[in-house]
């Protein structure tokens, strides 16, 4: 049919959410230096509009965090100004060591990101 398998939506949240943590300093090397990583613990999918194949896109993310020891990102496909799709995630912070998320994901990313203001610090 054409358009873009629905699984492809999630690589470009994927995507965006690790260039945007790239954006902020919060690297591969840097999560293993710090023994910590960031873990999707899920993930939906609003449709809005089709995608297909070729259409450039732009997907943007906005980081939102709460109590506990989860946060969320937020992410919005577009296909010029068209909302094509909404992406909602829930993420947490793990302690590679231990294996469990850690408390206060937001304290803990302002400090290992130069540039928290991305991270909304």
Known sequence: MGHVNHAVYHQYGEHARSQHLLAAGFSLHE????HVGIVLLESRIRYLRELTLGDDVEVTSDVEFGEGKTFRIE??????????????CVLGLLDTEARRLL?????????????????GG
Request: charge should be positive; include cysteine; hydrophobic fraction near 35%.
């Open 31 to 34: 999560q293993r230096v710090e």
């Open 75 to 88: 992410h919005m496909i577009m296909r010029g100004d068209t909302r094509c799709a909404e992406i909602s």
């Open 103 to 119: 408390p206060e994901p937001k304290k803990r990313l302002m400090a290992l990101t130069p540039d928290p203001a991305l991270l």
